[in-house]
């Protein structure tokens, strides 16, 4: 089974500022992994996702996330947010064999500040 | 345009009174699935379907219902709802059940259950 744990249920920055949210996965067999971003009153969009290869992976709206085994970490990145990058995002896991299946985190709510 | 499609969006009902969410999706995918969505659990797997008739349950299928008699919808059903399932549900769908695939999510639908 996995789990996964955001660190920080809530994160506020100041627009233009750097940003990293936080996630550990827990898992005995080898993961996918994944970052959803959920706007205000919408459903989840895809970010990126890790999947094999490069450790650093890029996504939209210029994210980014380092997916880093020995610490079972998947920390997501962006050196300048904006306004518009105010929402709830989602760290989540899935197995690489099997049925697709995702677990995902708590959330984390990213707040914006002018 | 390709989207996940849920009804209604918002839903206030009573203890007991049967009700039926709908989800369609109009991009031919095979894997469809239903998650909750509670402050501080993140989204938790309800119920999902590889294909049409293929069913299985996910980590909180108490108390719902799905079916999956047709591709493109995957209705969830709550026979006798109670105060504990008011949350906030979504229906995703991906291409395929295979791990790694990108899950496109509906809007969600507001369920209240007084």
């Known amino acids: 089974a996995q789990s996964v744990t955001q660190l920080d249920s809530q994160v506020p920055v100041f627009e233009e500022a750097p940003v990293e949210l936080r996630c550990n996965y827990s898992s005995s067999v080898s993961v996918y992994l994944f970052w959803y971003v959920q706007y205000p009153n919408q459903g989840l969009q895809l970010l990126l996702k890790y999947l094999s290869g490069s450790t650093l992976v890029k996504g939209i709206n210029g994210f980014e996330a380092e997916f880093n085994k020995s610490q079972t970490s998947f920390h997501l990145r962006k050196p300048s947010v904006h306004i518009s990058d105010t929402a709830e995002y989602f760290c989540a896991v899935s197995n690489i064999t099997g049925a697709q299946k995702l677990v995902f985190g708590q959330g984390t709510r990213l707040t914006i500040n002018p | 345009e390709a989207q996940v499609t849920q009804n209604p969006r918002y839903l206030i009902t009573v203890t007991g009174k049967k009700l039926t969410v709908t989800c369609s999706q109009n991009m031919n995918h095979e894997y469809m699935s239903w998650y909750r969505q509670d402050p501080g659990l993140g989204l938790r797997q309800i119920y999902y379907?590889?294909?049409?008739?293929?069913?299985d349950k996910g980590d909180v299928p108490e108390g719902y219902k799905v079916s999956r008699k047709e591709k493109r919808n995957f209705p969830l059903i709550l026979e006798s709802p109670s105060p504990n399932q008011t949350s906030l549900y979504f229906c995703?769908?991906?291409?395929?059940?295979?791990?790694?695939?990108?899950?496109?999510f509906g809007p969600g639908t507001r369920l209240t259950v007084t």
């Open positions: 379907s590889m294909n049409v008739e293929v069913t």
């Open positions: 995703a769908s991906s291409l395929s059940a295979g791990a790694g695939r990108e899950q496109y």
